[in-house]
């Protein structure tokens, strides 16, 4: 019911005012890319890609913990703001964060992609879907093969998606599970996957007892670049999470990442495909759901 057209009678101009919005956005803060593709799958994962992760107040999801440090809410936003005296009423913040998302990517080098358009906005926002929904970087290959195909989701497009970490950042504790701390009190890697230079330049970056505000880039050698250096990286023992680690230690997934860490291109027109398929989650069309005026609250029932 999607299409890659569903707006262009009501708001043609749509794509390029979201684009430009993002491009403003991310040119003046390049950390955003990473926030807004990060944003698009905590929305999609929970509750499907209805925007129900931007959703602000008591009890919603964005007030888990989980999702603590998510980020961008305020390009969607804005872009948002833009729509809505442009086309009132008309363009969801479910597909304006598929957008940004996309274009986000795009604006950091990756491929540009065609996403069908004309998803509904959620009405429930609630913390308690977010644990039984989201990934954690302790879960087995399995376990997280099996949460996504929940979603729709193949093992390769777990292998494919996961290449988003090649931009971005993180804060230590999101992978402190990879570290002991020693009888000196500094901290050791317990986890041999991890490459031993590697693992000294995060203990560097982030020491026992690190600020809370401190981030890593999830990928050392290509921070702002979204590229096929992740898988590069995951066979050189160079994946930052448990979570990436795996896909390179796992027979049912090597060999997607070899292949991809020797072909940009086939990373690429995979991504696209992949793409999609995560923002097609369980998407509200038609009479469900409602076109939020404000991204960050639902729509008051007696509008
Ligand atoms: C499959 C299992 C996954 C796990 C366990 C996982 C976990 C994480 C964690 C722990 C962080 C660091 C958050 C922080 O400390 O600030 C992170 C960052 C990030 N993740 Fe994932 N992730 C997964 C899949 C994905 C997918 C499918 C996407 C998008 C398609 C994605 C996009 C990102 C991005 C872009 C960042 C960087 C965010 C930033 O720069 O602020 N991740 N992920
Ligand atoms: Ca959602
Ligand atoms: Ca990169």
Known sequence: ???????????????????????????????????????????????????????????????DPANKSLGGFEVVESAKRLLEVLCPGTVSCADILVMVARDAVEMAGGPSVLVPLGRRDGRVS????????????????GEMAQLFSSKGLSMDDLVILSGAHT???????????RFQQGPKGDLVPVDSSLEKDYAMELVRQCPAGASTTVTVNNDPVTDALFDNQY?????????LFRSDSVLAGDSRTKAKVEAFSESQDGFFASWAESFVRLANISVKT????????????????GE
């Open 231 to 239: 898988y590069r990286n995951l066979l050189a023992g160079k994946g």
């Open 286 to 301: 038609g009479s469900e759901g409602e076109i939020r005026v404000s991204c960050m609250s639902v729509n008051d029932p």
């Open 167 to 177: 931009i971005g950042s993180a804060h230590c504790s999101a992978f402190s599970e």
């Open 1 to 63: 019911q999607l299409s890659t057209d569903f707006y262009s009678l009501s708001c043609p101009s749509v794509e390029l005012l979201v684009k430009s919005t993002v491009r403003s956005a991310v040119g003046s803060d390049p950390t955003l890319s990473g926030k807004l593709l990060r944003l698009l799958f905590h929305d999609c994962i929970v509750e499907g890609c209805d925007g129900s992760v931007l959703v602000q107040g008591n009890g919603t999801e964005r007030s």
């Open 126 to 141: 609630s913390s308690s879907n977010v644990r039984p929904n989201m990934v954690d970087t302790s879960f087995s290959l």
